[in-house]
């Protein structure tokens, strides 16, 4: 390691302790922490917007016969829209102004599902839509998928799975196999870029957090798993089996909300003028 170097990591580490700890808040501290930071030094946060971008642009052209577009379904994604910047507005997002937060409905109504790609582009599945039965569940499970990019997990797990060389390499326009791959793998929550059990976990906290600040109720999130739990597990889709188990995350979920002392009752408001049920009913 040069000198150089050496000095860049002893002025960078109080910073990024710093913002390691901006979350801490007591007995809550130990459910979710702040990931991604270091990762900065090999892959530019900047750069996720460019590779969420490109396979955002690979996952539209994989599914574009189910992908439902905005014009002729204006009421669909004003509901889901308001919702995010909703969401968007907590002061937690580290990246709410720089990535591109953009949303797309995949009607496929027998998948529960919903994921986002680095850089903020976020898919959301017609089968889980219907299966939630309020909008607080569904504000809960984007919450938690808005923070699988903010905190990088997206990227991360993409690094680990095909290094930082090729991630580069596709930002400058290369590796058009590995960037087909990524999108498949996105979309399907394939082995190869599900997340950890510490990413979800973190991410289930995150939720929590940002829903802390909207009308929602905080623990929205726990309620997709707490349905699947009512239902005895039959309807536990694929992309769940390497997570940790749902009655965990239900505990860990509800736990975070007591812990920060926020709301769980349900929201009574109507977004853009629609039910929940009334938004289920268009799909």
Not at 52 to 80: C, K, M, R
Not at 110 to 127: C, K
Request: proline share 3%.
């Amino acid at each position: 390691m040069t000198k150089k170097f050496s000095k860049l990591i002893l002025i960078l580490l109080p910073l990024l302790m710093a913002v390691s700890c901006k979350n801490d808040d007591g007995p809550c501290s130990d459910l979710g922490k702040v990931g991604g930071l270091l990762s900065d030094l090999a892959f530019p946060v900047s750069n996720d917007v460019e590779l969420g971008a490109q396979v955002a642009g690979q996952v539209d052209s994989i599914y574009a016969a189910d992908i439902l577009p905005q014009i002729g379904n204006e009421a669909a994604y004003a509901y889901l829209n308001s919702m995010v910047t909703d969401i968007l507005n907590s002061e937690d997002i580290l990246y709410r102004d720089m990535f591109a937060w953009d949303l797309t409905i995949i009607d496929q109504p027998d998948v529960l599902n919903a994921f986002a790609t680095p850089g903020g582009y976020i898919y959301v599945y017609t089968g889980l839509i219907k299966y939630l039965d309020n909008a607080d569940d569904l504000a809960g499970v984007m919450g938690h998928e808005i923070a699988h990019a903010d905190r990088r997990h997206s990227v991360n797990q993409m690094k680990k799975a095909y290094g930082v060389q090729i991630l580069a390499s596709i930002v400058l326009g290369g590796e058009a196999t590995a960037l087909k791959e990524m999108a498949v793998g996105l979309a399907a929550n394939a082995a190869t870029l599900s997340f950890s059990r510490e990413d979800e976990a973190e991410a289930d906290a995150a939720s929590v957090e940002y829903l802390d600040e909207t009308s929602f109720a905080c623990n929205g999130a726990a309620e997709f798993f707490r349905k699947l739990e009512a239902e005895g597990g039959s309807g536990v889709p694929e992309f769940l089996s390497t997570h940790p188990d749902p009655a965990n995350r239900v505990e860990d979920i509800d736990e975070r909300a007591v812990c920060r002392g926020c709301s769980t009752e349900n929201s009574t408001a109507k977004i853009n003028g629609m039910t929940y049920a009334e938004f289920k009913a268009l799909f």
